[in-house]
């Protein structure tokens, strides 16, 4: 008799959601750099660019993240 997979489902807190936000933009920040530092040549261009992007895209990431954590579609109740 095969063991069903078990499945957790729960609902995220706002701390693990900015958790999640941050650890994303650090990644992204990092790739930002590199990406633009290696088309410019220029760090000044390559970190105004990475600085001003993350800071608008850190607050949506964290907006969409709250708005699907309130979405019951694809959640079991237990």
């Known amino acids: 008799m095969e063991k069903k997979a078990e499945r ?3 609902k995220e807190g706002w701390k693990r959601s900015l958790a999640k936000a ?3 933009r650090i990644l992204i920040i990092i790739l930002d750099f ?3 530092y290696l088309f410019t040549g220029r760090v000044e261009i390559a970190f105004w660019f990475m600085v001003v992007s993350n800071v608008y895209t850190t607050i949506g990431y964290y907006a969409h993240e709250r708005v ?3 979405i019951k579609w ?3 109740r237990k």
Request: proline residues 0%.
């Open 8 to 10: 957790h489902y729960f």
């Open 68 to 70: 699907w954590n309130k």
């Open 74 to 76: 694809g959640k079991d």
């Open 22 to 24: 941050l650890t994303y």
């Open 34 to 36: 590199t990406v633009i």
